[in-house]
Structures are given as structure tokens and as C-alpha cells.
């Protein structure tokens, strides 16, 4: 079991960026698949990125490819989310999840079985 605690989130203005973390508390973070999901109020916790267990392999969703960029460094059990060019829309909690049950990106909701609390983020137009 892991838990994973995000932070970075912030106010920032529109074409500006920022750096999401997620601490997770497992020594075997190498076992984990791990993604960045999204959410506005009232509507489903999106996909943003996913990232394989080694780091090699990243997939992201079409409204962030080329802005966002997932990495993780695994000697600090850290997995980040580098947002750039940030717009109006980005705007959300986003989350940090893990799954030990892929190797690979794992782009869906349901394939993930541990979850952080979620941090904010806020761009300003």
C-alpha cells in the first residue's frame, strides 16, 4: 500500500507555470504505475498524464500534450507534473494516483487504486 500526498498547486495567471509533487510514503515506489487526474466541481476526475513504473514510457491527454509534462524521480519517491502555458481551463483539483497492478502508463480512472488528496489549481485570465 502507498499513500501520496500532492502539492504545488497555487493561483497563477494565465501563460504562466507550475510544478506539481506527489510524495508517496512506499519504499517500493518503483512498483507503481502513476498518473495526474483532474476535476472540476460537478463534473468526472479527468485524465491529464500517466507515467510507467521505470519512467520511460509517458502518455497525456490531447488539451495538455506539449504544455505538461509528467516525470518521476524514483531515488525520492517523488512523482512531478511540469505545467506550462497554463490557460483559464486547466483550472481544477488535481490528483495524484498510483497503481501496482501495470507497468505501463495506465490512462484510465479505474485502473488506479491508490489516490492523493488533491491539490488546487487556478489560472487567472
Known amino acids: 500500500q502507498v499513500q501520496l500526498v500532492e502539492s504545488g498547486g497555487g493561483l497563477v495567471q494565465a501563460g504562466g507555470s507550475l510544478r506539481l509533487s506527489c510524495a508517496a510514503s512506499?519504499?517500493?515506489?518503483?512498483?507503481?504505475?502513476m498518473g495526474w487526474f483532474r476535476q472540476t466541481p460537478g463534473k468526472e476526475r479527468d485524465f491529464v498524464a500517466a507515467i510507467s513504473r521505470s519512467g520511460r514510457i509517458t502518455r497525456y491527454a490531447d488539451s495538455v500534450k506539449g504544455r505538461f509534462t509528467i516525470s518521476r524521480d524514483n531515488a525520492k519517491n517523488t512523482l512531478y507534473l511540469q505545467m506550462t502555458s497554463l490557460k483559464a481551463e486547466d483550472t481544477a483539483v488535481y490528483y495524484c494516483?498510483?497503481?501496482?497492478?501495470?507497468?505501463?502508463?495506465?490512462?484510465?480512472?479505474?485502473?488506479?487504486?491508490?489516490w492523493g488528496q488533491g491539490t488546487q489549481v487556478t489560472v487567472s485570465s
Open positions: 512506499s519504499r517500493t515506489f518503483t512498483s507503481y504505475a
Open positions: 494516483a498510483g497503481t501496482d497492478r501495470q507497468l505501463g502508463p495506465v490512462l484510465s480512472r479505474s485502473g488506479y487504486d491508490y
